[in-house]
C-alpha cells in the first residue's frame, strides 16, 4: 500500500514513478530509519496512542528488519518501496500485521529524513575524526624519524629558505587537525532532533519532543518545525568541510607527486602504492597520488551540486531536498576511502634524505641569514638585504656560494662583515636562527611535534568518547 494513494484517481506514470524513487540509494539509511522510529513509538506510547503490547510488537518488528538486513549480503531489495520510510512501514505490516500502520501516527517523512540524515552524518564526522587521527599519527611518526634531516622549503616553487623535514610534515599535520576541528564544529550543530517537527507545523500528537531527542543523543529538539524539516545547512556545511579536507589532500599529492620526479627525486614512490606503464617498461607512476588529487574533485563536485539544489527552495519541505542525499553519500564515501591509504602511503614512503640535503645547502638559502648577520652587527635592514643581493650577484657571476666569497670581497660589500660571518651560513645555523614559536629551529620542531602528540590525543580521546 502507498503512503498517500487515498485522494488520486489515478495511478502513478511508471516511467515517473521508478524515477522519482529513493529506495535504491535511502536503504543505506535503514538503520537511523529503524533507531529513530524505535524512539518515535516510544513517544507515542507515552502519549497515549500505542498501548505497551502494540509498542512491544513494534519494537520487535522493527528489530527483526533490523536483522534481516544485518544478515543480508546484499543491499534490502524492494521494487515497491518509494523511499526507506515507505519500507520500513511494509516490511512492518507485513510482520506485525495492521497494527504497524500505527507507527505513522503524528508524524511525517519529512521530519524522518530530515533525522536520518543528522544521525547518518554524525556517524560519518566521528568516522572521519578517527581516520583523519590516524593519518596525523603517521605524519607525525615520520616527522619524528625524519631527525634533523633539512630540506628546501619553497615559495613559489622556488627555493626559499632550509627547513627541517619534520617541519614541513608538520604543516600537513596541522591542515588535518582544522579539518577534524571543523568536522567537530559541524557535529554540534547539526547534534538536534528534528522528530516531533511533522510535516512542517509541528506535531499533530502530543509527543514528548526531549524524549525523542534523548533517546538519539541528540543534544535537544530543533526550535522551528518549519525550519528543521527543509534545513539541509549540515549537509551542506559538512560536504564543504570534506572539500576543505580534499583539498588538503590533493596539495599533499600534487607536492608529492613533483617531490618524486626524477628532477627533485626526493621521494622515492612506494612501489605497493604505484603502477607502471604498459608501454615504456621503466616507468613507476604515483597513480595513489594521482587518484587523490582527482578524487578530490568528486567532493568538490558534490559540494558544488548541494549548494545548487538548496539554493532558492521556499520554505519548507521541496522534493528536491531528495536530490541532497547522493552527493552526500558521494563525498562521504570518497573521502573515507581516501584517508586510510593516504595514511599507508605515508608509512611507505621514503625520502631521499641525501638528496634533500644537498638540495637545501645550494641556491643561496642562506641569504636571508646573511643578512640577519649584518642587521644583528646594526645595518638597517633594507640596506643589509641590498648588499647580500649584491652578494649573491657577485656569486651568480663567479659560480659559487656565499661561502666561497672572501672576506675582502665581503668588506667591500660593508666593513661589518667579520671572520664568523661563514659560521651563521652552515645548514645548522641557518636553520637554528628560526628560533620562534612556530618556526624550523630544531628545538622548536621539537616542541611542534610534542605539541601535535597532544592534540592527537585529545582528537583520539574525544572520538573513542562518541563512539
Ligand atoms: N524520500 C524523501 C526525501 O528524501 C523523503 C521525504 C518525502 N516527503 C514528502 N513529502 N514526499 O526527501
Known amino acids: 500500500m502507498k503512503m498517500w494513494s487515498g485522494r488520486f484517481r489515478q495511478p502513478l506514470d511508471l516511467q515517473f514513478e521508478r524515477w522519482q524513487r529513493s529506495f535504491d540509494f535511502d536503504r ?19 502519549a497515549g496512542v500505542l498501548s505497551a503490547d502494540e509498542l512491544i510488537g513494534i519494537l ?48 511525517s517523512r519529512n521530519e524522518q529524513i530530515a533525522t536520518d540524515l543528522r544521525l547518518y552524518v554524525r556517524t560519518a564526522i ?64 547539526l547534534n538536534v532532533c528534528p522528530l516531533g517537527s511533522g510535516a512542517v507545523a509541528g506535531a499533530t500528537l502530543p509527543l514528548d519532543r526531549a524524549f525523542m531527542a534523548d533517546g538519539l543523543g541528540f543534544a535537544g529538539p530543533t526550535a522551528n518545525s518549519i525550519d528543521a524539516t527543509s534545513d539541509r545547512d549540515f549537509v551542506l556545511e559538512f560536504v564543504n568541510a570534506l572539500s576543505l579536507l580534499g583539498l588538503h589532500l590533493s596539495r599533499w599529492a600534487e607536492e608529492m607527486i613533483i617531490l618524486s620526479s626524477q628532477e627533485f627525486g ?12 604498459s608501454a615504456m617498461p621503466q616507468k613507476k607512476n604515483p597513480d595513489l597520488l594521482e587518484l587523490v588529487r582527482g578524487k578530490t574533485g568528486r567532493v568538490i563536485g558534490s559540494a558544488t551540486a548541494l549548494i545548487v539544489a538548496l539554493k532558492g527552495l521556499p520554505l519548507a519541505y521541496n522534493k528536491d531536498l531528495q536530490e541532497t542525499q547522493e552527493p552526500l553519500f558521494e563525498a562521504t564515501d570518497t573521502a573515507l576511502g581516501l584517508l586510510p591509504l593516504v ?26 641569514a646573511a ?10 635592514s633594507r640596506l643589509a638585504h641590498e648588499q647580500i643581493g649584491k652578494a649573491v650577484k657577485l656569486c651568480l657571476e663567479k659560480r659559487c656560494e656565499l661561502h666561497d666569497l672572501t672576506l675582502d670581497e665581503l668588506r667591500s660589500l660593508n666593513s661589518a662583515f667579520n671572520r664568523d660571518f661563514h659560521e651563521c651560513l652552515t645548514p645548522a645555523s641557518v636553520l637554528a636562527i628560526h628560533d620562534v614559536v612556530g618556526g624550523t629551529a630544531p628545538a622548536r620542531v621539537r616542541q611542534g611535534i610534542g605539541a601535535a602528540r597532544k592534540k592527537i590525543a585529545s582528537l583520539r580521546e574525544e572520538v573513542h568518547a562518541h563512539a
Open 266 to 277: 626526493f621521494v622515492q614512490l612506494p612501489e605497493a602504492y604505484s603502477t607502471g606503464s
Open 60 to 107: 520487535e518488528g522493527l528489530q527483526q528488519i533490523g536483522e534481516m538486513a544485518a544478515t543480508s549480503k546484499d543491499p534490502v531489495e524492494d521494487d515497491e518501496a518509494e523511499d526507506v520510510h515507505h519500507f520500513v512501514e511494509k516490511q512492518l505490516v507485513a510482520r506485525i500485521g495492521d497494527v504497524g500502520y500505527k507507527l505513522h501516527s503524528g508524524r
Open 343 to 368: 595514511a599507508e602511503w605515508m608509512k611507505a614512503v621514503e625520502f631521499d634524505h641525501q638528496r634533500m640535503n644537498e638540495a637545501a645547502q645550494s641556491g643561496f638559502m642562506n641569504a636571508w
Open 126 to 189: 566521528d568516522e572521519l575524526r578517527k581516520e583523519l587521527a590516524e593519518v596525523c599519527v603517521v605524519f607525525t611518526d615520520r616527522a619524528e624519524q625524519a631527525g634533523s634531516a633539512a630540506m628546501p622549503a619553497y615559495t613559489h616553487l622556488q627555493r626559499a629558505e632550509p627547513v627541517l623535514v619534520a617541519h614541513w610534515l608538520l604543516a600537513y599535520v596541522e591542515m588535518f587537525l582544522r579539518d577534524a576541528d571543523r568536522l567537530a564544529d559541524c557535529r554540534k550543530r
Open 371 to 380: 643578512a640577519t648577520y649584518l642587521v644583528n652587527r646594526g645595518v638597517p
Open 28 to 46: 543505506r539509511l535503514l538503520s537511523y530509519e529503524l533507531t529513530a522510529s524505535g524512539v518515535h513509538a516510544g513517544a507515542l506510547k507515552n
